[in-house]
């Protein structure tokens, strides 16, 4: 569309629900952008949960060493409710690299009842896809959920997608957005030897 072609554009459910995001984040709003100070500790990573994605499992932690070496990370491990919460209420980021949202570890319900401060990235498949619930109601899905717990921000996947390609966005993603006290930029790192396992 013409009108918007040189804006910024979002969809939001409602004004009052803008309003509630605005003052949950204000303290931490500048000039309209969510700032969150980087630190050692300010993401936890939860990868492969449900164990059966092993070839993904071995890129990200090639990957999460080489970038992200000071965040907490679970591989291969289903999470307690606890963890996953705690990684949504106490941290900055969760960086979630499994099947789906991550709701079969903690539920979208127990989400809405938490207080989100972390920014949650949902590199699954169908992560954020919206379900139609009939009738003349607006489709549904965890955004919804995450938004009512006032996360600042959600980052996931509207269908299927494969995990050679969903690992390389991931990547590129975090270390164009994160910074990474590593001495050498993803950009030399030789995408192809990672995609096999590799870094060397």
């Not at 930029?185 to 396992?197: C, F, H, L, P, Q």
Request: proline residues 4%; hydrophobic residues 40%; negative net charge.
């Amino acid at each position: 569309m013409e009108i918007i072609k040189n804006h910024p554009v979002t969809r939001l459910q409602s004004l009052h629900l803008v309003y509630a995001l605005f003052k949950e984040h204000e303290d931490t709003i500048v000039e309209g952008c969510k700032i969150i100070k980087a630190k050692e500790d300010m993401g936890i990573c939860i990868v492969n949960p449900s164990d059966n994605l092993h070839k993904m499992a071995k890129r990200m932690k090639l990957f999460i060493d080489f970038w992200l070496p000071q965040w907490r990370s679970y591989y291969d491990t289903k999470p307690s409710e606890e963890i996953f919460e705690d990684a949504l209420v106490n941290h900055d980021i969760l960086m979630y690299n499994g099947h789906g949202s991550g709701t079969q570890y903690l539920s979208g319900e127990n989400i809405e009842k938490t207080k989100v401060k972390s920014t949650a990235l949902l590199f699954g498949c169908n992560s954020m896809k919206l379900l139609m619930i009939g009738g003349k109601y607006p489709p549904y899905g965890i955004a919804n959920q995450y938004l009512i717990a006032c996360s600042p921000c959600l980052l996931g996947m509207l269908w299927e997608v494969t995990d050679v390609d969903i690992d390389k966005m991931t990547a590129v993603f975090v270390s164009n957005w994160i910074p990474s006290t590593s001495e050498k930029s993803w950009a030399e790192v030789d995408i192809n030897r990672w995609t096999y396992g590799s870094l060397s």
